[in-house]
Nanobody, 126 residues
Framework: QVQLVESGGGLVQAGDSLRLSCAASGRIFSGYFMGWFRQAPGKEREFAAAIIWGVGSTYYAVSVKGRFTISRDNAKNMVYLQMNSLKPEDTAVYYC???????????????????WGQGTQVTVSS
């Protein structure tokens, strides 16, 4: 069993930065995929970024590549999402998620993720 708790959301202006944190409790195995997803009002949940816990390989959605950076601290069981050059279209609830069995081809598919945090709101004003 894995529990995830996000923090770090808030209201910022376009061009600002934010760092989201995800505290994971329970055993995180090296093969787990840890992801960040987001959901804007009236829209489906979409993939933002993911990292493979053991090797640290990272993957990004095209919409955030070059602006967002996902990282993890294995010792602290933490996952981070550094978000730079934020845009109004980045406004959403951001969720941390863990996938216990996945492949690279499905890394962005939210149904492959087994555990979810409660989400943290990020609002970017223009």
């Amino acid at each position: 069993q894995v529990q995830l708790v996000e923090s770090g959301g808030g209201l910022v202006q376009a061009g600002d930065s934010l760092r989201l944190s995800c505290a994971a409790s329970g055993r995180i195995f090296s093969g787990y995929f840890m992801g960040w997803f987001r959901q804007a009002p009236g829209k489906e949940r979409e993939f933002a970024a993911a990292i493979i816990w053991g090797v640290g390989s990272t993957y990004y959605a095209v919409s955030v590549k070059g602006r967002f950076t996902i990282s993890r601290d294995n010792a602290k069981n933490m996952v981070y999402l550094q978000m730079n050059s934020l845009k109004p279209e980045d406004t959403a609830v951001y969720y941390c998620a863990a996938s216990t069995f996945n492949t690279i081809g499905f890394i962005g598919l939210y149904t492959k993720y087994d555990y979810w945090g409660q989400g943290t709101q990020v609002t970017v004003s223009s």
